[in-house]
């Protein structure tokens, strides 16, 4: 017989405890996947915070185009507020 047969000559000695060398590849995936969520969640909170100025922008617009209108048209108080709101409603 062989001396390789039944492994009576072994020279091969398994590792007794947790390989020290860490697999590049097992933490490949799950550290793109966060780097893709944070990614994401940047850019959602970049275009919620230009839409909430965009709003604002807006909101501020309608504001002024009212306070004009309440200065063109008056608060219909009195005759000479009402009178007032006519000539400039007809001027236009």
Same mark, same amino acid.
């Given at each position: 017989?062989?001396?390789?047969?039944?492994?009576?000559? /072994? *020279?091969?000695?398994?590792?007794?405890?947790?390989?020290?060398?860490? $697999?590049?590849? %097992?933490?490949?995936?799950?550290?793109? !996947?966060?780097?893709?969520?944070?990614?994401?969640?940047?850019?959602?909170?970049?275009?919620? /915070? *230009?839409?909430?100025?965009?709003?604002?922008?807006?909101?501020?617009? $309608?504001?002024? %185009?009212?306070?004009?209108?309440?200065? !063109?048209?008056?608060?219909?108080?009195?005759?000479?507020?009402?009178?007032?709101?006519?000539?400039?409603?007809?001027?236009?």
């Amino acid at each position: 017989m062989s001396q390789f047969a039944f492994g009576a000559n /072994k *020279s091969y000695n398994p590792p007794t405890g947790p390989s020290l060398k860490p $697999r590049n590849g %097992r933490w490949l995936i799950p550290l793109m !996947a966060t780097i893709g969520l944070g990614f994401g969640a940047y850019n959602y909170y970049v275009e919620a /915070k *230009s839409r909430r100025e965009y709003s604002q922008a807006e909101e501020e617009k $309608r504001m002024a %185009r009212n306070q004009q209108l309440m200065d !063109a048209y008056g608060d219909k108080n009195s005759l000479h507020d009402v009178q007032h709101a006519l000539d400039t409603y007809h001027a236009q």
